[in-house]
């Protein structure tokens, strides 16, 4: 845990109680802040008052006795009255961050990569992280999906933290100048202007990464380009690039010098990365450690021994001869489609509430997929538009999908939700309590 210091003796106030925000109160309360905590859930307030964190409703006082407002990001996104507390801390001249911000003022000496996009943002952090530990450097992810940004360890001069950069997180962390700011994609929902503050106030040496994939974020590498204030540097898995890396045909190419591309490894022998969207992250991920001064071999030897990434493409084990894999990650139908790169002969599992993007991608791969089990609202309408491109089921619940997939004549049993409402824990519970033959017990 990061001991947040320059707050000791300050009044802070803390508004969302979810395990990250939790968390971060922990930390505020270690460094001694005068801390005032509170969330509108009382399941999350009696869950804190059981950690040893005093809760107290402060959101009709003036706020004025604070000299900061922290926020939570999941309370940013699921409770109206956070933004509401925001905008009123605002108007009385009080600070509002996160805790991405907490970070960057304790652990001042340390660099920072920020990583941004609609989607795609924890397998980069994560796969960044990994290829500077490996070849060397000091790396800690800070504040992956879910979690604080202050469970981590504190890093020297020679350290490096992976930031995980929602757009609530970009407009809200004003004290770092980001030494790699990375671009993965934006969608309709993500506003230019909210791209580009990752990309604040870099100069030389500090880089750049942007894919020019989408149009949006073409236009955005087309402007810092011009601008020549930092270094830039272009991605893509679409098309042959110079000056940067793309994927061409499943093979990673390095074209930083600016001379012909040559050719660093082939990511489609490596199962894990044999869909569009996972060499998408790792090409973006190759990138960042290229601007920090990783070697494209040192590079190449970490990609290859990246062990995965809870909920992408994690590999539980087999039953019976049959390979179960959590990718509860794919929470859009895009990505759903990538997961099954690889694979043939394919059970999908998948639903929940409500279906992300579009059916086209799916409809493409449907003669890898052998049967869908199906379940929640965001199933029925699945099946209804897959009907004719392939053989679906309903089911009631994830439980019932688990149980009906076992025993069917498939190499591979994969659970991708295509909506943002996946458990991958629970998958893994219910594979865990499955009977048959472990692959380790043959």
């Not at 924890?122 to 999906?145: F, K, N």
């Not at 791969?365 to 869908?372: P, T």
Request: proline share 3%; aromatic share 8%; hydrophobic share 45%.
């Amino acid at each position: 845990m990061i001991d947040v210091f320059p707050f000791a003796g300050y009044p802070v106030a803390l508004y969302g109680l979810d395990e990250a925000g939790l968390y971060t109160a922990r930390a505020l309360h270690a460094g001694q802040a005068e801390l005032s905590t509170w969330d509108s859930d009382p399941d999350n307030r009696a869950h804190a008052a059981g950690g040893g964190i005093t809760t107290k409703d402060f959101t009709a006082d003036d706020l004025r006795q604070f000299t900061t407002l922290v926020v939570s990001a999941h309370a940013w996104e699921t409770d109206p009255a956070a933004k509401d507390l925001a905008a009123r801390a605002l108007e009385q001249n009080v600070e509002v961050i996160c805790d991405v911000e907490l970070l960057a003022r304790t652990q001042r000496e340390a660099a920072y990569v920020g990583i941004s996009g609609a989607y795609g943002k924890s397998l980069t952090a994560a796969i960044v992280t990994y290829l500077l530990q490996v070849t060397g450097r000091e790396g800690e992810m800070a504040g992956l999906s879910g979690t604080s940004a202050l469970n981590t360890d504190p890093l020297g001069v020679e350290g490096v933290y992976v930031a995980e950069m929602t757009p609530f997180r970009v407009a809200h962390t004003v004290s770092i100048t980001f030494d790699v700011a990375v671009l993965l994609n934006m969608d309709s929902a993500m506003k230019r202007a909210e791209a580009l503050q990752i990309f604040h106030r870099q100069t030389e040496p500090r880089a750049a990464i942007i894919s020019i994939d989408d149009k949006a974020s073409q236009a955005i590498f087309k402007k810092l380009s011009k601008a020549a204030e930092q270094r830039v540097f272009p991605i893509s898995t679409k098309q042959v690039i110079k000056g940067g890396a793309f994927v061409q045909d499943g093979a990673l190419y390095d074209s930083f010098d600016g001379g012909e591309p040559v050719v660093v490894m082939d990511l489609s022998s490596i199962r894990q990365f044999a869909g569009p969207h996972a060499q998408a992250n790792v090409v973006a991920a190759f990138a960042t450690v290229r601007a920090l001064g990783v070697e494209p071999h040192a590079a190449m030897a970490a990609i290859q021994s990246f062990p995965g990434l809870v909920d992408h493409r994690e590999e539980i084990g087999k039953i019976d001869g049959v390979l179960y894999i959590n990718d509860a990650a794919s929470t859009s139908l895009d990505c759903v489609a990538s997961s099954f790169q690889g694979y043939d002969d394919i059970c999908w599992i998948g639903g929940g509430d409500q279906i992300g993007g579009s059916i086209d991608g799916l409809k493409a791969v449907s003669d890898r997929i052998k049967g869908a089990y199906l379940f929640g609202q965001a199933g029925k309408d699945l099946a209804e538009a897959l009907e004719g491109s392939i053989r679906t089921r309903p089911c009631d619940n994830l439980e019932k999908a688990v149980q009906a997939a076992q025993g069917g004549a498939w190499d591979v049993v994969i659970f991708a939700p295509g909506c943002g409402s996946g458990d991958g824990d629970a998958f893994c519970s219910l594979v865990e309590a499955l009977p048959g033959i472990r692959d380790d017990e043959e």
